[in-house]
């Protein structure tokens, strides 16, 4: 069974930092794009960074020069480096990757429980 299992959330006050990980398990034959994704109490989940399987990356505009993405292909794994946090950062952060399952299958998107950051001012 494929899982994204993500950890590192918490409890940090404004301007700390936090570092998310998630590490993708199971019968995996490829890992496309991870990205990283938020979503507050009432909004809905949009992107804040994504990266490509050779490195590229994207920020939403909101995390740009504060957020880091990074990934260890080895390890199956995702990173978001979060700095500079602020209270409006809160909300759950969900890990993203576009997986191949098997040789010839369709890159399908699977999703992590979750996991939640706040920040107090």
């Known amino acids: 069974q494929v899982q994204l299992v993500e950890s590192g959330g918490g409890l940090v006050q404004a301007g700390g930092s936090l570092r998310l990980s998630c590490a993708a398990s199971?019968?995996?034959?490829?890992?496309?794009?991870m990205g990283w994704y938020r979503q507050a109490p009432g909004k809905q989940r949009e992107l804040d960074a994504r990266i490509t399987s050779d490195g590229s990356t994207n920020y939403a505009d909101s995390v740009k020069g504060r957020f880091t993405i990074s990934r260890d292909n080895g390890k199956n794994t995702v990173y978001l480096q979060m700095n500079s946090l602020k209270p409006e950062d809160t909300a759950v952060y969900y890990c993203?990757?576009?997986?191949?399952?098997?040789?010839?299958?369709?890159?399908?998107?699977?999703w992590g429980q979750g996991t939640q950051v706040t920040v107090s001012s």
């Open positions: 993203n990757a576009d997986l191949v399952l098997y040789y010839r299958d369709h890159i399908k998107p699977y």
């Open positions: 199971g019968s995996i034959f490829s890992i496309n794009a």
